[in-house]
């Protein structure tokens, strides 16, 4: 069973909007990581954020984690059509080993 | 720069044959990961190794095999192709739980 699990499945946008994408997750964590996936390609490593931190950035990424709802979110600025790809977490539970759970995704298409 | 290849990056096969995917990382991680990922199920894990000589089972390891030998390559055995099979594989690695997963670019199996 998918340890997390991403909101929305799809998210379509015009350039310069904010993207948000919404991961849940059903157990207590060590970390939890974002990842990109451009089309025909391996995921790239987007921000990971530990369990003892509720924020976290980078350039125009914003990544909030709430432990007690056991969520987090990807937030995007100014989005571009470069950042059109699959977004996806992945969580590090606290019995995995550093194994990674991973959800189902969330398609962001950036109109230009 | 390091680097995780795989090989090949596309291969059709029959039903019935053994199949067996590279994985070669430059990075020098003693984590290693197979995955696979299908429409609806995002990426699942196969098998994983946390060094020389170690290798574990992963969520869907039912039909697939892998050994280390040394630290660089990971590969992974499909030892009678099934139609179920068909997929996309990644393989990724990892210095330790609380970095990210470095992935390659994934080999595209349709077996027929």
């Known amino acids: 069973s998918q340890q997390g699990e991403e909101d929305p499945q799809a998210l379509s946008i015009q350039e310069g909007e904010n993207a948000t994408m919404n991961c849940s997750y059903k157990?207590?964590?060590?970390?939890l990581q974002w990842y990109r996936q451009n089309s025909g390609r391996g995921l790239v490593h987007l921000i990971l954020i530990r369990s003892n931190e509720r924020e976290k950035h980078s350039g125009r990424l914003r990544v909030t984690l709430d432990t007690s709802k056991k969520s987090s979110s990807l937030l995007i600025t100014a989005s571009r059509a470069a950042d059109t790809a699959s977004y996806f977490c992945?969580?590090?539970?606290?019995?995995?080993?550093?194994?990674?759970?991973f959800g189902e995704g969330t398609q962001l298409t950036v109109n230009p | 720069d390091a680097e995780i290849t795989q090989s090949p990056r596309h291969k059709i096969t029959e039903t019935g044959r053994q199949v067996t995917l590279a994985c070669h990382q430059t990075w020098n991680h003693n984590n290693m990961f197979w995955y696979r990922q299908d429409l609806g199920h995002g990426l699942r894990l196969i098998h994983y190794?946390?060094?020389?000589?170690?290798?574990n089972k992963g969520e869907v390891s039912d039909g697939y095999s892998v050994s280390r030998s040394n630290t660089e390559d990971l590969p992974l055995t499909l030892e009678s192709a099934a139609s179920s099979q068909t997929s996309v594989y990644f393989c990724?690695?990892?210095?330790?739980?609380?970095?990210?997963?470095?992935f390659g670019d994934g080999t595209r199996l349709s077996i027929l």
């Open positions: 190794s946390y060094g020389v000589q170690d290798t």
């Open positions: 157990t207590s964590i060590n970390n």
């Open positions: 992945a969580t590090d539970a606290e019995t995995s080993g550093s194994r990674l759970t």
């Open positions: 990724a690695s990892s210095e330790n739980g609380y970095q990210p997963q470095h």
